[in-house]
């Protein structure tokens, strides 16, 4: 007798998709693109920094926690036995993404590879599936708020007592034979510190209990969340000028860093040793986990989400399938961005010497029509990519599962 599905077949949120493709496209250019640029003017950010950097990578964490809670019922998460199955298969796929992170860690790229970060946030995100909606947004938002103190206080003592402190850019498959740096790098010293960054998942996996089919929660996303990373922006801009203090202090440790205090700010780079002073508190910096950068970067995603949703159902409604069509490139590479996320780092590997001349920025247009067109022929055949469709099927199997279309 074949076996019966333990879970209906649930339709994707376009606009879900098409967020993940931005967000891959933006962290493919913080990969190959310069963050800072010196020219007559001094250092400066480059547009690059100035849209994606901490950012991109922020929204490629939500967006995981909303695909979790789209995976496991939505706005009625599931219970019982099949919150059960969930969770195992929740945990395959964790233990998937982190191997396959391993193995692109120990590339040569020079990229933060996120993989084996995103698989530990997918296996503590697998605890919370069952709480409401309610509690889940209370827990999110104590995080982002609570977390970076703790990240402040810990981060001297793991920095003292574990040597080395950090696996380098990102963790590989060597650094599984010294567990102590591995754990430190991925919970506290590492470009996305687990502690701070579940923060994300949790915001994400509310997100997803929420109707983003609905209009007007779409539109409360948007708003909120363009809201909270403008307010959150000012706010540090204020505490910043109003006390010429911190600008001095702040200044002089970028510089010791070869970088000017505002383009530091913008990009993320030479932030080294700000963590150090109090006046970190006040930054909003990428990959600084400073408590209103992280306020920031969640309003920028909630924002983006929110009018891409709002963006794929008025295409959908004003023309029907041409609509959805459109967004195809988008919405196709977004729904394989594992996938393209590992295959631009092996590119990036393999074709480093030959492409070492190349200008950057038209090195970065041919991944970006590269990855577009394989979203649009992956949308054509109806197909997932091919390492979303293996953990797909392991994890499905994993749980006693038939496959079924997930996020």
Not at 25 to 43: D, V
Not at 62 to 82: E, K, N
Not at 130 to 152: D, H, K, N, V
Not at 232 to 243: C, E, K, N
Request: a positive charge; aromatic letters at 6%.
């Amino acid at each position: 007798m074949p076996r019966q599905r333990t879970t209906a077949p649930t339709r994707r949120v376009a606009g879900v998709d098409v967020a993940r493709g931005l967000a891959l496209l933006g962290m493919m250019g913080t990969h190959i693109m310069p963050l800072t640029l010196t020219g007559s003017h001094g250092t400066e950010a480059t547009w690059v920094a100035l849209l994606f950097a901490g950012k991109a990578s922020a929204v490629f964490a939500i967006l995981a926690g909303v695909g979790l809670g789209l995976l496991t019922g939505g706005s009625t998460p599931h219970s019982g036995a099949r919150l059960g199955s969930d969770r195992r298969s929740v945990a395959v796929r964790a233990l998937l993404i982190t191997a396959i992170g391993l193995a692109a860690g120990s590339l040569d790229t020079n990229v933060a590879v996120i993989l084996v970060h995103y698989g530990l946030l997918f296996l503590i995100a697998s605890a919370f599936l069952g709480l409401r909606l309610r509690t889940l947004w209370c827990i999110s938002t104590g995080w982002l708020l609570l977390a970076p103190a703790l990240w402040y206080l810990l981060l001297p003592w793991v920095q003292t007592h574990v040597e080395p402190a950090t696996a380098g850019a990102s963790p590989g498959l060597g650094d599984v034979l010294r567990p102590a740096t591995l754990l430190a790098d991925l919970f506290v010293t590492g470009y996305y510190p687990v502690l701070v960054w579940t923060g994300f998942v949790l915001l994400g996996l509310a997100v997803g209990r929420c109707r983003l089919q609905l209009p007007p929660v779409a539109l409360a996303f948007t708003l909120g969340g363009a809201g909270l990373a403008v307010g959150a922006r000012m706010l540090s801009d204020q505490l910043l000028a109003s006390h010429p203090g911190a600008v001095q202090a702040l200044g002089a440790i970028t510089r010791d860093n070869g970088l000017p205090l505002d383009a530091a700010l913008a990009s993320g780079r030479g932030l080294a040793g700000i963590e150090a002073t109090p006046w970190w508190f006040a930054i909003s910096a990428p990959h600084s986990s400073a408590p209103l950068d992280l306020l920031h970067v969640a309003g920028t995603a909630l924002a983006v989400l929110g009018v891409c949703q709002l963006v794929a159902m008025a295409l959908a409604a004003l023309l029907g399938g041409v609509g959805e069509a459109l967004l195809w490139p988008l919405s196709g590479a977004g729904s394989a961005t594992l996938t393209l996320y590992t295959g631009h780092l092996v590119a990036l590997d393999l074709l480093g010497t030959a492409t070492a001349g190349m200008p950057r920025l038209g090195l970065y247009l041919w991944f970006v029509v590269v990855a577009l067109l394989v979203g649009i022929a992956l949308k054509w055949a109806g197909r997932r990519g091919p390492l979303e469709a293996a953990v797909h099927t392991l994890s499905e199997a994993a749980a006693g599962r038939s496959a079924s279309t997930a996020h």
